[in-house]
């Protein structure tokens, strides 16, 4: 029998423009949503703010799990707290080496800043071999003096980063000691232990990232925890890792960078486990909201998880976390004609402020939620006709001096020529988590989220060949919601870094045996009741020779060399279409990850059952002439309102309190018994 989570909960995601909210009452069957601006300043306040438009009694909760962009945005933005590093003599200079690539493919401009300025960048004499032999002993008194001269400049946190401490960490280990010592907090980053592999450059940076977040984390957490406390929470509080899992509070700044892409993570587990219960576990994700989108792939309900993601140029966050790929396309995308004389869409984009025309806020640029007003995709009733007296008439002026005139296209047209330009865009985001992993995007169904998702999904489907679309019941909380239903998960790497023909093979054994407890134990210690705990194996190889490496499941924690050198023949071909027999392959990490699955969550209760109709006639409020190559008159359905098993037949248009549904000419739609719709995609439009 399924265990059924019980209890109150609350799921809060922070994002860019608004923070999200979740709450869901086990016992009372009851669902409450809440949608709150983001508080840039202080992102707790909006979290505070979020509970009290739900009307959640924080005292009565008996968990809350949060997504933050605290770190998220650090990184991006640069705000980051004064950090020292302390390394090998001779290697204070590989963050800023890197690997030898530019910002630019071509040409001589660009620049990069590493994260750690080269005067907080101190070396002392010691050194391990890649063999784990020690070259070297560590100087001691050269430690101490370079830690206090960091701390006399004013660095609030610190790295320790020697060289091949992967494979010995004793020195690394030793100075921790004397840094815990002598070191004014607690915010000491050792390298091997946020990421034990090889290369230098990767570990490096992952643990310079760790380090200047820290502090920022860490006194955002202790922050809201005191919030929540003063207003009678008495619980545990969970933070969402980038990884998909998540973390206790009391423990997250440890492992900040684990952090980063907190949000996007809690998105795409919550399509993981909608699309699960729905029996469609083979899902590309598309979240499209107002500057980006973001895509992934799930594979048997379980989220594609890199470990070589590069948040941007030179800054590779080597810690595991679900591949998401963003290209800047959402609603704010602005649309121009280039000096050539083409239409491009994106990635300035017209943000918040001014936003775009149909906000009424000042904005004058066409954008791509203004095309799909203008085409009737969107609610012309809810045009905002404030500030500037913004109407249908204004937008299409617009449109016809911005675009049309100099593309010889009506207003219609353009607008049109726009959605097709940002839909293509789009579509390439898909490819690139499928089809350049080797996967057939018609092998899947694509979950639309997000505020503009459901938009274009349809369109972008048809683009890619993918036969269903499948919308979750509240498209743009899909977030929040990920924040109830993600599991705890902790993942684990080990370097072997050797040919495959000279490993131990017991000491691979060994180290997967390590980890699988290592896992069992961190979840042990989360005060949070689970269902069941899983645990996923795979290794990190290459052939000799080359540069970057392939992730190849298994099975189980004991394979044979056999076993090892053919799964990874078979997992290079299906990525390349090549087989290479004559080079030998290279075992360079062990990974597992141990995921503790928690107890089931209805998902039937995010839309209210007393408000459906019995009828899809009386769901309908009305029709409305939309674009479609051409006008046509549409109806328009309330998907609170649907029966469930209303079937709906394009093209036809579904709105809802957070999102709108477009279906086009020849497309299906029902709904499962969660509510989620699940569109059956015609041929070409």
């Not at 101490?144 to 494979?167: D, K, M, S, T, W």
């Not at 050198?565 to 071909?573: C, D, K, L, T, V």
Request: hydrophobic share 45%; aromatic share 4%.
């Amino acid at each position: 029998m399924t265990q059924e989570l019980t209890g109150r909960f609350a799921g809060i995601d922070v994002g860019g423009t608004f923070t999200d909210l979740v709450f869901y009452d086990s016992r009372a069957g009851a669902v409450k949503l809440a949608k709150v601006p983001t508080t840039l300043d202080n992102q707790a306040h909006g979290v505070l703010a979020a509970l009290d438009a739900a009307g959640v009694d924080a005292a009565a909760l008996d968990l809350i799990v949060h997504g933050t962009t605290t770190t998220t945005n650090a990184v991006l933005e640069r705000r980051l707290c004064k950090t020292g590093l302390v390394t090998t003599s001779g290697f204070r200079d590989v963050l800023e080496l890197g690997r030898r690539t530019r910002p630019r493919a071509y040409g001589m401009k660009g620049q990069f800043r590493p994260l750690i300025p080269r005067d907080l960048r101190l070396e002392v004499p010691e050194r391990m071999l890649a063999d784990g032999s020690e070259h070297l002993p560590l100087d001691e008194d050269a430690l101490r003096a370079a830690l206090a001269q960091l701390a006399e400049a004013g660095c609030e946190a610190l790295v320790i980063h020697f060289l091949h401490a992967y494979a010995n960490p004793a020195h690394e280990l030793r100075a921790g000691e004397i840094a815990r010592e002598v070191w004014p907090n607690g915010n000491i980053t050792l390298g091997h232990a946020l990421l034990s592999e090889s290369r230098e450059f990767e570990r490096g940076v992952t643990a310079a990232v760790n380090a200047s977040v820290q502090p920022l984390l860490r006194r955002y957490v202790e922050r809201l925890a005191d919030k929540l406390a003063e207003r009678g929470y008495t619980r545990d509080l969970l933070v969402m890792n980038g990884n998909g899992g998540m973390v206790s509070a009391r423990i997250v700044a440890e492992e900040a960078a684990k952090t980063v892409m907190s949000g996007p993570a809690s998105g795409v587990m919550a399509a993981a486990y909608t699309g699960r219960r729905a029996g469609i576990p083979d899902l590309l994700t598309y979240d499209m909201g107002g500057t980006s989108t973001d895509v992934a792939m799930i594979r048997g309900a379980d989220p594609a998880v890199s470990h070589e993601i590069e948040i941007e140029y030179a800054m590779p966050i080597h810690v595991p976390m679900v591949d998401v790929r963003t290209v800047g396309a959402g609603g704010g995308s602005i649309a121009r004609v280039d000096v050539a004389g083409l239409l491009q869409v994106g990635p300035d984009s017209a943000g918040a402020t001014p936003g775009p025309i149909c906000y009424g806020k000042g904005g004058t640029r066409p954008t791509i939620s203004d095309a799909n007003m203008l085409l009737g995709r969107m609610n012309p009733d809810r045009l905002n006709t404030g500030a500037g007296g913004v109407s249908l008439a204004t937008i299409e002026a617009a449109f016809r001096d911005t675009l049309g005139d100099r593309l010889g296209l009506s207003a219609e047209e353009a607008a049109s020529a726009v959605l097709r330009i940002a839909n293509a865009r789009m579509a390439d985001a898909v490819r690139m988590v499928s089809i350049s992993l080797g996967e057939d995007p018609r092998d899947f169904a694509l979950f639309a989220f997000g505020g503009a998702g459901p938009l274009h999904a349809c369109a972008i489907a048809r683009e890619l060949g993918v036969p269903r679309v499948l919308v979750p019941a509240r498209p743009g909380i899909t977030n929040a919601l990920g924040c109830i239903v993600a599991d705890l998960r902790h993942d684990y790497v080990q370097t072997v870094n050797r040919p495959l023909d000279a490993c131990d093979m017991d000491e691979v054994h060994a180290a997967f045996a390590t980890q699988i407890a290592d896992g069992k134990a961190a979840i042990g210690r989360e005060r949070v009741d689970i269902a069941e705990t899983r645990v996923l194996h795979s290794v990190d190889m290459q052939f000799i020779g080359q540069t970057h490496l392939l992730r190849v499941p298994l099975p189980g924690p004991a394979p044979t060399r056999d076993d090892l050198r053919q799964r990874f023949e078979e997992a290079y071909f299906r990525r390349f279409q090549v087989s290479l027999p004559e080079i030998r392959p290279a075992l360079v990490n062990v990974n597992t990850s141990v995921i503790g699955r928690r107890p089931e969550v209805d998902l039937s209760a995010l839309i209210d059952a007393a408000g459906r109709k019995a009828t899809l006639a009386e769901a309908q409020t009305g029709t409305r002439r939309v674009w479609f190559d051409g006008w046509s008159d549409v109806p328009v359905y309330w998907r609170d309102h649907l029966p469930l098993p209303a079937a709906i037949s394009g093209p036809a248009i579904v709105e809802q309190m957070d999102c709108t549904l477009v279906l086009d000419p020849g497309d299906t739609a029902t709904q499962d018994a969660d509510g989620n719709i699940i569109v059956t995609v015609g041929g070409p439009a």
